[in-house]
């Protein structure tokens, strides 16, 4: 396998724009204090997220920090256009030897060309041994490319949107995705049949399974249900819960929990809950689920301005859903792009894109990545925890056509002592260009809840 070295490692700050200055995301205090120790951060290569002092609480919902740093990587290049933009890099740790004490895992990667709006080439593999510094070159999943269409020559089914997550109990790791349809070099916007979820199983050894279909056979997921870029959680008993997002027509789409079964080879839907429900646009998208402190929240895509969070007890049943806002009431816009889980055993953070005075003319605001610390009880972001994952580059008001986008990421703890935001950049009136960025958050102290 070929080696990468990646040695284009640098402090998030060097790239950020003047713009962000205007939009207030540090406060006065926190300037001050980054200037002062400018010159020992930069020495080595990375800059505190924060100055604010670590709480001693491990339950604490104040602002107060856990995040210690920020730096970003580049993977992969091609905002030159001489090779390959690889999008939905998505990353899950697998352990080295699963029956010994050797508690050290390696990182599994899975990324798809895109050369266009929701059009992606065969899904690839990468690997990396010394946590995300090199990776081996792409290799393409035999399973996870287009094979043609019964009764509908021209037409190929191919897979997107694909999440990786290991499953404990089977020692497998679990690819879900869902599928999308190509007629010649595009997307087939008039003739997508309906959507469902895909999957592929890696087994230990590294090779993987054909590709299933996950079987739900309701009238309401007659035009679509799917997972699609959705995080999971892995039960002690092995079940699966996640969401759907489905819908008998393109509008007015729901969403549910959803609780799997899954054997090592055969993922199978057990139960479905209650719907929630938005009739703006396409309804609600690309759930995302995760548990902290014995309940299961969800966090939701739509299209009418807002995120949504929903929490449940049994991960089955939501209740109803409200949009997200900071904890002093305010809402925060955000254009129908996904949202993700930063989840620790002690403190809960979101992943998220929003509207800000520097990104004002971004499609959809797509640009750049914030992570903040959510209040579980309330169900708010606090706004003085909000810091830049991974920051915009270019000029979002005056040519936001320059500025790559960054609305399909996901997250992976690590480590006990780093998480990971992963985003492939592009940029659709360049030729869908962009580079493959990953965004290392250093905590303070181990993060007991290193999976997923």
Known sequence: MTRRVLANI??????????????KLITRRQALSSIAIAGTSLAAKRLPATAHEESQDRNSTSPQSLIKSITQQTLWKNRDGKGTTWFHPRACMLPLNPKSKDKRTHALMLLQEIGGSDYFGQVHSSESTDMGKTWTDPAPIKSMGRDPVDGNEGLRAGVCDVTPQYHPPTDTTLALGHVVFYRGPKFATKDQLARFPLYAVRSRDGSWSERKKLMWDDPRGGFIYSNNCGQRVVMPNGDIM??????????????????????????????????????????????????????????????????????????????????????????????????????????????????????????????????????????VLIRESEQTALPMVGDGITEPESVALMGNFNITNASPMESWVTVGEWIPKRNARGNVLLARIGWTRPNDLTSG
């Open 10 to 23: 640098k402090p998030i700050t060097s790239s950020v724009n003047p713009a962000l200055t205007a939009s």
């Open 242 to 379: 996640m969401s759907f997002t489905f819908g008998p027509e393109s509008k007015n789409r729901m969403v549910a929990g959803v609780r799997c079964t899954f054997d090592g080879e055969t993922l199978r839907v057990a139960e479905v809950g209650k719907p929630l429900k938005n009739s703006a646009g396409r309804g609600l998208l690309e759930p995302s689920v995760t548990r902290f402190q014995n309940q299961f929240l969800m966090t939701i895509r739509a299209e009418d301005g807002h995120g949504y969070v929903a929490v449940s007890k049994d991960g089955i049943d939501y209740g109803t859903q409200q949009a997200w806002c900071w904890d002093d009431g305010t809402e925060i816009g955000m254009s129908t792009t996904q949202q993700h889980w930063l989840t620790r055993d002690d403190a809960l953070y979101l992943v998220y894109t929003r509207q800000d005075a520097a990104n004002k003319n971004v499609i959809r605001w797509r640009s750049p990545l914030w992570v903040a610390r959510v209040d579980p009880d309330r169900r």
